[in-house]
T-cell receptor, first 112, second 115 residues
Framework: AQSVTQPDIHITVSEGASLELRCNYSYGATPYLFWYVQSPGQGLQLLLKYFSGDTLVQGIKGFEAEFKRSQSSFNLRKPSVHWSDAAEYFCAVYTNAGKSTFGDGTTLTVKP | GAVVSQHPSRVICKSGTSVKIECRSLDFQATTMFWYRQFPKQSLMLMATSNEGSKATYEQGVEKDKFLINHASLTLSTLTVTSAHPEDSSFYIC???????????FGPGTRLTVT
């Protein structure tokens, strides 16, 4: 069965520092992968997606992610974090019939 | 970009009453919408798949008679929580499937509090 693991429940980084959020997936075929961000009390906003092609994908708000098939990973990165990036981040893998399986999320705290 | 709205954003109701939550795709047609429930500090739990013009498909463990879903048009799906109880208090989020059939766009969520 498809699954997504986000190993880090909570990450704290200083403003201006680089960020990497980890995501590992389990999927039998070529995965379609997503990263979403959720601010408190809000819905989810799509940051970026990977369907095929270049394994390094660029998203909104300066985020990027790299698909590594050999490691079953799709880690999210940002070179310099801003205070407004503090939020909950979810990795997801498309499963079937339009559905996706979501990870448990990683809470990002940004220190001034 | 694709925009999905939800109404209301917050609702407080008394135990035993019913509450209806609307989910609309504003600038695209969505034959499929999803309803999720999210508890504090937790991930999204898929409740049901709403298909325009047909019955919703519920995930295992979700009471279909309690959570009524209607998808009467290509831009509107509604979730009615019937005979609500305090344990139904939660954050409910809808999403709409885009024409690619792989991407979902999410609504801003509805905070339901049952007193």
């Amino acid at each position: 069965a498809q699954s997504v693991t986000q190993p880090d429940i909570h990450i704290t980084v200083s403003e201006g520092a680089s960020l990497e959020l980890r995501c590992n997936y389990s999927y039998g075929a070529t995965p379609y992968l997503f990263w979403y961000v959720q601010s408190p009390g809000q819905g989810l906003q799509l940051l970026l997606k990977y369907f095929s092609g270049d394994t390094l994908v660029q998203g909104i708000k300066g985020f990027e992610a790299e698909f590594k098939r050999s490691q079953s990973s799709f880690n999210l990165r940002k070179p310099s974090v801003h205070w407004s990036d503090a939020a909950e981040y979810f990795c997801a893998v498309y499963t079937n019939a339009g559905k996706s399986t979501f990870g448990d999320g990683t809470t990002l705290t940004v220190k001034p | 970009g694709a925009v999905v709205s939800q109404h209301p954003s917050r609702v407080i109701c008394k135990s035993g009453t019913s509450v209806k939550i609307e989910c609309r795709s504003l600038d695209f047609q969505a034959t499929t919408m999803f309803w999720y429930r999210q508890f504090p500090k937790q991930s999204l739990m898929l409740m049901a798949t709403s298909n325009e013009g047909s019955k919703a498909t519920y995930e295992q463990g979700v009471e279909k008679d309690k959570f009524l879903i209607n998808h009467a048009s290509l831009t509107l799906s509604t979730l009615t929580v019937t005979s609500a109880h305090p344990e139904d208090s939660s954050f409910y989020i809808c999403s709409a499937l885009t024409s690619s059939r792989y991407e979902q766009y999410f609504g801003p969520g509805t905070r339901l509090t049952v007193t």
